[in-house]
């Protein structure tokens, strides 16, 4: 049986590269992460999984927070990559919450082009945090010119627009730098957003932050999601690493989707500019939250009847049968399939986890009012939060959506059999 679950995920494996990534010749001055790097290992039979983290506390936390979570889980990643999604900043951003952050690595000659193109649309600089690391970094980890975490002033051409409109922009600068970046392999763009830094790269996650010197008294949030990735993938390539994020919105993902390429399709064909990158099969999880939320109009508590909805005899018994009927059809073909943990982020600062319809994948939610966190494992909650009343942490089941509101006061679950909370 182990030999047949490695053989289809190796075919699953070898499948979704195929139809993803078309490698080419590297150049000099190239940043290290654009490009497939192949691992000789075998799947690690036991531990084959990431590790995930997030946390939302009342009072911001240092980043050192979840990165130490994640190294008491390290276990389960091998350092081939970590991400870090940072929100509701504290810190110098906390009287800069509606100024986009730009994230992300350069080389010198990269920060030149930004620069230009930036001005050029408009955007000036209203305040930068300074990242500097040694000359040599640890064992594993790749050495950059510039890691950048920059926040702009709007153009004042951009006075007067509407939110949805100022919120399109954002999204489209962001992938204009992608492909900027993409062409000439000196810059990595992760995020472009109001109160939002994300981090990535390749190495071992606590190495990683002491490197970047993660436990500065400026970089601070209240929300922070982190990933240790486990390179099942044979590949390395930043824009696939843990959390994605779109317009607010961010998830992360323990697991397989083997559902990918239909889901894919059928997300680029919404005609949505931020529909788009999936260097990683997970990176959908993102845009179907967004399409559930933003386009079909529906809360948190339907994200599940989209993914993973319910059997026919359970809809047809279920208070919101006829909706539930009509989500199945019309969106059968954004259901996922394999194994898969999820954990989330809502534009209001929610927190949320779900799993797949089997539970195929470890996942727990515990804290305290003011502090709620969650993990792949016990030992994560243990290592962020030790004096909360462990009789009292969650571990979401198939039918379950695991919530912590913006007010951090209570896990609330919401089963696929309840009623959906639709608008009047």
């Not at 919120?167 to 810059?187: C, H, P, S, T």
């Not at 990683?280 to 993102?286: A, G, L, M, N, P």
């Amino acid at each position: 049986m182990t030999v047949l679950r490695q053989c289809c995920c190796l075919w699953h494996n070898y499948c979704f590269y195929k139809n993803t990534f078309k490698p080419r010749k590297t150049k000099k001055n190239v940043l290290r992460g654009f490009d497939i790097i192949l691992f000789p290992h075998v799947l690690q039979e036991k531990n084959s999984m990431c590790r995930l983290f997030a946390i939302t506390s009342d009072e911001p936390l240092s980043p050192m927070v979840a990165f130490e979570a994640l190294d008491v889980m390290r276990e389960g990643h091998d350092g081939s990559g970590v991400g870090l999604f940072l929100r509701d900043l504290g810190g110098p951003f906390e009287d800069m919450k509606d100024a986009p952050i730009l994230s992300g690595i350069f080389t010198e000659n990269g920060l030149k082009r930004l620069d230009t193109f930036m001005m050029n649309l408009g955007f000036m600089t209203k305040y930068k945090l300074p990242i500097k690391v040694s000359k040599t970094p640890p064992s594993g980890v790749p050495k950059r010119d510039i890691y950048l975490i920059r926040a702009y002033e709007y153009p004042e051409e951009w006075d007067g627009l509407s939110q949805p409109e100022l919120y399109d922009r954002l999204v489209n600068i962001r992938l204009q730098l992608r492909e900027m970046g993409k062409a000439e392999g000196d810059m990595m763009v992760f995020s472009f957003w109001p109160d939002v830094i994300m981090i990535k790269e390749i190495g071992e996650p606590l190495k990683v932050a002491q490197h970047l010197k993660l436990d500065r008294k400026d970089i601070t949030a209240r929300v922070m999601m982190a990933q240790g990735r486990q390179n099942t993938n044979y590949a390395i390539n930043l824009y696939a690493c843990h959390p994605f994020f779109l317009q607010g919105f961010s998830t992360m993902t323990n697991g397989e989707n083997t559902a990918f390429i239909p889901i894919r399709d059928y997300l680029q064909s919404r005609g949505i500019p931020g529909y788009t990158g999936y260097q990683s099969d997970s990176e959908v999880f993102t845009h179907i939250l967004h399409y559930t939320l933003e386009r079909l109009g529906l809360g948190i508590e339907a994200y599940k009847h989209i993914i993973t909805p319910l059997q026919d005899e359970d809809i047809a018994v279920h208070p919101n049968a006829g909706l539930l009927q009509h989500l199945k059809q019309s969106c059968r073909r954004l259901i996922i399939d394999g194994p898969n943990c999820v954990i989330g982020c809502l534009p209001d600062h929610s927190l949320f986890m779900v799993q797949d319809r089997k539970k195929l994948r470890p996942g727990v939610v515990g804290g305290r009012p003011g502090r709620y966190a969650f993990s792949s494992e016990i030992c994560g909650l243990d290592a962020a939060i030790p004096d909360r009343d462990k009789t009292l942490d969650f571990q979401p089941m198939h039918l379950d959506t695991a919530i912590v509101g913006p007010n951090r006061q209570e896990v609330a679950v919401c089963r696929q059999t309840s009623p959906l909370p639709l608008p009047r």
